[in-house]
């Protein structure tokens, strides 16, 4: 690994744990009496799942961003993936604090949906730059399409 793709690996890294963090806050907030008091499906993980899995998929994401600004930001395929990529970071940060912030389990369902498309277009992007960077953003695309799940059993028992 070059130093270059360490230092912007590392600051992707960084930037995607920042809007994990911020999620948590989120997280935390819903946690305070509302969440343990929904109905949820049976397949619901303990909660103590969420955050070392969610742990790792911010690496990935930042690991897989970082090869693709690696690429060389001047070139428009890099931009359009890395666009992409900011776009579904802001919509995962965004779903924590609609389900958990804001308790509207509708709003986050539809933000999940909309964020899952991105997360298809986004690894497309990244594909086309670099196929292992497109491939590192596999297991996300699978937990979201879990979350969504998650989200419509939620929506649907309570």
């Not at 070392?52 to 790792?56: D, E, K, M, T």
């Not at 979201?144 to 969504?148: C, D, E, G, P, T």
């Given at each position: 690994m070059?130093?270059?793709?360490?230092?912007?690996?590392?600051v992707a890294i960084g930037i995607c744990l920042l809007f994990g963090f911020l999620g948590a806050i989120a997280t935390n907030a819903g946690f305070e009496g509302w969440y343990p008091e929904l109905n949820k499906p049976w397949f619901n993980p303990p909660d103590s799942i969420f955050g070392?899995?969610?742990?790792?998929m911010y690496i990935l994401m930042g690991i897989?961003?970082?090869?693709?600004?690696?690429?060389g930001f001047y070139h428009k395929w890099?931009?359009?993936a890395l666009y992409h990529f900011g776009i579904q970071l802001l919509l995962n940060g965004s779903w924590s604090l609609l389900f958990f912030g804001l308790q509207k389990p509708l709003l986050a369902f539809i933000n999940i949906?909309?964020?899952?498309?991105?997360?298809?277009?986004t690894i497309k992007w990244f594909k086309i730059v670099n196929k292992v960077a497109a491939y590192l953003l596999l297991p996300y695309a699978i937990w979201?399409?879990?979350?969504?799940a998650l989200n419509f059993e939620i929506l649907r028992l309570n």
């Open positions: 070059t130093k270059k793709l360490f230092l912007r690996s590392s070392p899995v969610w742990l790792f897989a961003a970082g090869i693709v600004w690696n690429r890099v931009k359009t949906i909309v964020l899952f498309i991105v997360i298809i277009f979201v399409l879990f979350a969504i």
